[in-house]
């Protein structure tokens, strides 16, 4: 049993992507990454809002934006690629798990970042790759 001083963050918790899941689904670490060509050896997740719109956003596909509340079925750490790198103290609430995440609901409506700030932040990652700077430690 995990002691309450343990938890990291007790949500609610949030997945955004393109897929379409049902509720009772679960995600799962070892499938293709929404933001680079390579299997995730985690899945990924948040506690934020704004940081799950990011994730249906940016997800490479031209599926539908969606995003899901998720119940993390194991532990979780915060995530190293935001949290170390970008945003110390993990002001975003992200994490990531190699525990499955099961789907409990799906947000109905929510309001999208403006196209500007969507291809802002596109143009801003395609430079990282270009510098080779868009490394997501899995």
């Known amino acids: 049993m995990t002691d309450k001083k343990d938890v ?25 990454s929404n933001y680079q060509d390579k299997k995730s050896n985690y899945i990924y997740f948040t506690a934020t809002l704004d ?3 990011w994730g249906a956003e940016l997800a490479a ?7 899901y509340v998720v119940e ?8 190293p690629n935001v949290t170390d790198k970008r ?20 947000l109905s409506s ?13 143009s801003s990652l395609k430079e990282l790759r270009e510098q080779g700077k868009a490394v997501i430690y899995d």
Request: proline share 8%; hydrophobic share 35%.
């Open 8 to 32: 990291l963050d007790n949500g609610p918790f949030f997945h955004g992507t393109k897929a379409e899941l049902k509720i009772g689904d679960l995600l799962v670490p070892n499938h293709l």
């Open 51 to 53: 940081a799950a719109k």
């Open 61 to 67: 596909s031209k599926l539908k934006e969606r995003i």
């Open 72 to 79: 993390p079925l194991g532990e979780f750490e915060n995530d």
């Open 87 to 106: 945003f110390p103290g993990n002001p975003t609430r992200s994490y990531r798990s190699k525990s499955p995440l099961k789907i409990v609901a799906e």
């Open 110 to 122: 929510w309001e999208r970042h403006s196209d500007e700030q969507i291809n802002h932040m596109l």
